[in-house]
Every structure is written in C-alpha cells, then in structure tokens.
C-alpha cells in the first residue's frame, strides 16, 4: 500500500477518443517518486493522448475511453469521483500557453488555481507572490498576461501549476514555440525543480534538451511503448544515434551548409525602416536598412518576440512603415510597398488564419490554375481523400501543409514563412527543408522569420539577426557559434 | 470597483436602450456610454469591438433598407431611393447599437476576469460554470481581436476584401474566428479542471461599494431618471 502511495503505476491496453479506434495500446511503465521520465517519439506518435490518458482528462473530460489500470500516488484518476483529487496531485503544463492561460494578469492565473482549491486570501496572495519572484515574474505579476514573451508564458503556466506544491508535474511539449534563449531558461528552471524533488513527466519531441535531465527515457512509436532506456547505462552517442534513427530530434549538434553566394538581382531595398503599432509608444521594428535578392533563401534569426513577425508582415505589405521605405524590384517595376501584392505571399505559424472557403476543394480549386490544382493532387494523394471536408476538420499537420499548398497555388514570386517548423519533428522537418528546397530551384525567393536552429541546414544566401527591433547582417558561422555557447554542456 | 456593479450596469444600459424608442433617449444613452466607452476601449486596445459595431450597422442598414424603406423620399441617389422611415429607423437602431457598444467596452475595460468570476459567484449567485465562461467569453474577445486583424491581412493577400461586406464573405471571416475561439475554449476548459475548477466552492465575500461603484450607479439612475422623463413627457 506504501509503495503505490509513493510511485506511479501506469498499465494502459487501450486508449482512444472513439471507441474501437485506440490512439495508444499496450503502454505500461512505473515512475518511482522524484523521478524525471522523458517521454518522446515522433508527432502523432501519441504522446500527447497518453498524457490525456494517464491525468484522467481523456475518459472524464473528452469523452475518450481509457481500457487499463492507472495509479498516481494511490489515485485512480480514471474513476471520476477520485479524478477530482487529481488536481492537488498533479501539475499539468499543456503545449500551447495560449490554451491555458485564462485569467488577465499573472498574479490572478496563479491565485486561480489557489482559490480552487480552497486556499485562504492570506495564503493565496503569500503564495502567488512566491510563486511569481521565484519563477523570474515578480516585476510582471499585474501586467496583462497578453503582453508576456512566449518563454515568460510558459513559465507562468508553470508556476500556476505547481504554486498548491503537487507531488507530480507533467510537461506537455515544454519548449515548443520557445526560441533557444527561452529553452534555455526553462530548462534551468526544470532542473530547479527536479532538485527540489518534484516528480517529472516531460512529454517531448525535442529529445535533445533533456537527455541530462532525465532518468529515464520511454520512446513511443505508433502509439505503442517501444523502448525504454535506462539512460545512465546508455552511452550519450548510442542514445542520440538511436533516437534519431526512430525520428527523433536527439542531437543539439547544429548542422549547417554554410551561406551560398547569392547570384541575384536585388529584390528587396529596405531603407531606414521602423514601425511603431497605434497602440504603443515604442517602436517594434528600429532603423533597419537591408536588401534582399532575388531567388535566396533568407533567414530573419531571433528570440521571441524581437519583431521578425513585424519585420515579415512589413515585407509583406500588411504595415505600413512608421518611418522609411521598402522597394520591391520586380520585373523592372519598383513598387512602393504599403499593401500586400500578389507577388508575395505570406504563410503564418498559425494555420488556420490563412483559410477562407468552407472545403479543400473550395481552398485548392480557388488559389490556384487548373492544370497545378491537377499536378498536386497527383503529388500529394492524401488531399484527394479530404476533398470535401472543412480545412479546420483536419489536424493542425494536415492543416499546415494545406496552407503551403495553397501559397504554392497562388505561385508568387516571393514566399514569407513565419516559424515555419514549428511543431516539427525530425522527420517531418526534413520533409519541409526538401519542399523549400524544390521552391528556390524554381527561382523563387525565400524569406523565413524563425528562433529554429535547425533551418540552419538550408542553402542559406542571407542570415539576418534581429534583436529588439534591430536587424543585423550575421556569418552562419557567428549564428552556430552563439547557438552551441548557448548549449554548452546542455 | 465591484465587477458585479459594472455587470449590472452593462445589462440596464443593454435594456434601457432596447426600451428606449424615441431619438432623444437614444442619443442621451448613446453620448453618455458611448463617449465612455470609446474613451477606455481605446486605452485598452479594443478596436475589435468597434469593428463589430461597424459590421452590425451593415446588417441595420440592409434591414432597414428591405423592411423599412417607406415614407417620404428623402435621399434620391442615382435612382437610389432613400425614404424618410429608413432614415429614421437606421439612425434609431444605429443609436441603440452604440450605446450597447458603449456599455460593452465600459465593462471589458473595467473588469478583471478572475474577480469578476467571483463577484458573479459570490454577489449574483450565478453558477461557477456560468461565472467562468462568462469570464472567459469577455476575456477571449482581446485575443479575437488579434485573431481578426490576422485574417483581414491574409483576406487581402488573397484577393477578398478587408472587411466582409457580403454574408459568403462574412462566413469565410467567422469560420476561423470561431475555428481558434472553440479550441482555444475547450483548452481553457481542460487546464482550468486540471487547476481544480471542479473542487472549486463558491466564494463568500463581503464587499463594500467603493467610491466608483456608486459613481455608475449614480450615473445609471441619471440615465433611467432621464429616460422616465422623457418617456412621461415631462421635459
């Protein structure tokens, strides 16, 4: 009894959000109190369900079914009357922070959780106030929690999950959206908390960041459980080796091609740009002057919220500068740019702003000539199967490259990815670098806003650093070193 | 300020200019919320409400122009008949619309989404199920608001207007507004019963009316006063 009171047992045969059709089967591992277990595999692997599964969420919440027996420190949070004590068990930070956070500043998203669960006024502010100075939020407890960098969002989901002290803290994709300096933070704050004893379940594609922190490492593949590795009797090398052999992102080695010479004709002349938004008083974008030629592939390198998203829309035509100009050079004709044009298209992180029509069909048939609609379904056999369905039935993958494909109908001169990796493992990140590839050998031009290192292993012509709405011209060779000094030892 | 105070102030200003039928009542509701409204919505950032406003007044003069178009003409346009009933139902329905969005914007600007989930539970008695997603419906209109800026750049890189003037384009907007909104929802929904939402127990608090409480208050019996007045014709 002691020992199921201190450990937690998981034994999942069949679990899934319709029944008959299991997402996850034949799952069983324990977790001893005080460990951290890296749980990883490619997307769509089914971790994220095993994780719905395993807090409860699926059967009780999403009407999912859970066949198996689960123990989290002595409860069963598949029985609906003992799910309601899951919560001062366990600590849950989802994926995406902007899912979770419901309330307006800092101080209220963590007295949320304290007012649940019952705790007095005195000791709610107390420990909300603690919560925030030690998670680095102390100076932005009251400000509106919309105005918070992505890394500070997710160390307030943290914080909000873990200010009642629960005995487990699960980590749903903890670096996703974060850009390397953001990983960084959160995972010396991880560490803190692992020193602290607290039980870690960190659910994660980008192995790489917790190879050091975790005891053990459970690798899912198709829904199954299909290894799991005790990692101090793993040499590092042989665990990298064979995780990136299963599709996962094991190695914080950054591979690059180096800058290939561009040939071009200039494209783009930004002169003396800034941009202010109407509702602040500081500029995004500061006095950035550059020029861009035509067929690169050009990076614009970042931390969150430093304004490449800003700097992209301006290229875009979507904002009209504040102050200076931007020129685009196009079969001889210099446009002014203050609007969008048909010659560049804008494709951002969030896929489901870039629909307009009820269907796929309605998506494709609409963007793009006859014979090219024809030549990628061809290419692309699984849009033929979803022809009639709405572009938000589909999941977030699918609806990505359904953004792409539409932006590759459009046939423009010039493509603008926002993040595009994001959410991308190994495998399919390999597949978006061959796509991007294909495009610039058509002569297109390339520019991507993107914290990613991994799109180092682009044929890269330009790389840009941006920093507080500063931009500036950087050698492949500075970007990787800066990146390495970040992960050293990490 | 008591979240409960600004609620109710937001709903009898809704009713009052749902009761209201004469212009002068309208537009005293109007210029008083309104000029309110707008003042601390734009501080805050609330633009999205004001596009609503301005989507709604389509719809008002479609209406009027189908089902109110009778009377003396009054404009004659390059054909374009615009007669006296139209005018004065689309400035009276206008009017209405603007002091709604005048209380809307007063309340979004005032209130903070976990005391306000309180103060439904703890003063209105309502539901936590209520409080919450009344809460957080308010809330989700500041992210709808960057939502929709993002889908009227797309629209016009792909070729449609910026604003949806026809109910096709209208559709094409709403789609991925209520696409994110319903995902985003059911989310918040999951991390709140993962924060223990479903132990939560209703909050008792005994609050005092501050100084700013009983300026709205004041300033709602103003209004009604006003209203009653004209409506009796005693002014």
Known sequence: ?490 | MRPSTVFIYGLGITLLAFLSRDFTSLLILSVINGSIGLYLGLRRGLKFFILLFFIGLIGVFINALLFANYGEPIIIFDGFVLREMFISSFILVALRLFSILGAALIFTSLVNTREFIRSLEAELYLPKDIAFATSIGIRMLNILSRDSEEIRHIRVMRGKSRYPLTPSSFLSYLRPLLSLSIERARWIGIAAEMRGFGRRKRSVRKGRLDRLDMILIILFLIQIIIIVAISLGLT
């Open chain 1, 1 to 490: 009894m002691d020992n199921t009171r201190n450990s937690i047992y998981i034994d999942i045969g069949e679990a899934g959000y319709t029944g008959g059709e299991p997402v996850i089967k034949n799952i069983k591992f324990s977790v001893k109190r005080g460990e951290s277990i890296l749980i990883t595999g490619p997307s769509g692997s089914g971790k994220t369900t095993l994780i719905l599964a395993l807090t409860g969420v699926l059967n009780n919440l999403l009407e999912g079914y859970v066949d198996g027996n689960i123990s989290i420190f002595g409860i069963n949070p598949l029985d609906p009357q003992e799910f309601t004590s899951i919560p001062e068990t366990i600590g849950v930070v989802l994926q995406d922070p902007e899912k979770q956070l419901s309330m307006s500043t800092p101080y209220d998203e963590v007295a949320f959780t304290l007012e649940n669960l019952g705790y007095s006024s005195n000791d709610i502010d107390r420990l909300t106030r603690e919560i925030l100075n030690w998670m680095g939020l102390g100076n932005k407890m009251f400000i509106d929690s919309l105005y918070l960098s992505g890394g500070e969002k997710k160390r307030l989901c943290i914080a909000s999950s873990i200010v009642h002290k629960p005995r487990l803290l699960i980590l749903d994709e903890p670096t996703a959206n974060l850009d390397p300096w953001g990983v960084k933070e959160l995972l010396e704050y991880i560490e803190l908390l692992k020193s602290r004893g607290y039980t870690l379940i960190i659910v994660e594609h980008k192995a790489k960041y917790f190879l050091n922190l975790s005891d053990r490492i459970l690798l899912i593949k198709d829904g199954e459980l299909k290894k799991i590795y005790q990692v101090k009797n793993v040499k590092p090398h042989d665990l990298e080796n064979d995780l990136a052999n299963e599709g996962v992102d094991a190695s914080c080695k950054i591979q690059s091609k180096g800058v290939v010479k561009s040939g071009g004709e200039v494209l783009y002349t930004v002169d003396g740009v800034s941009f202010r938004y109407s509702d602040k008083d500081e500029e995004v974008i500061s006095n950035v002057t550059l020029e861009i030629y035509k067929g690169d592939v050009v990076l614009f390198m970042g931390p969150n919220g430093s304004g490449k998203t800003t700097l992209l829309k301006l290229l875009a035509g979507f904002y009209k500068p504040t102050r200076g100009k931007i020129t685009l050079h196009l079969d001889g004709r210099s446009i002014s740019l203050t609007r969008p044009t048909r010659e560049v298209f804008y494709i951002s992180q969030e896929p489901d702003y870039m629909f307009i029509y009820g269907s796929v069909k309605d998506e494709l048939w609409k963007s793009g000539a006859e014979q090219d609609v024809i030549r990628l379904l061809e290419e692309v056999p699984w849009l033929r199967n979803l022809m009639d369905e709405s572009p938000y039935n589909l999941s977030h993958g699918q609806r990505r490259w359904l953004a792409y494909y539409i932006a590759r109908l459009y046939n423009p001169d010039i493509y603008l990815f926002d993040e595009p990796s994001a959410g991308l493992d190994l495998n399919l990140l390999r597949r978006f670098l061959t796509w991007i590839m294909s495009i610039r050998e058509k002569g297109k031009t390339i520019i991507i806003a993107t914290h990613d290192p991994r799109l180092l292993q682009l044929d890269i012509n330009s790389i840009f650093l941006v920093k507080d709405g500063r931009v500036e011209k950087k050698d492949v060779k500075d970007v990787i070193g800066m990146m390495n000094q970040l992960f050293r030892g990490g």
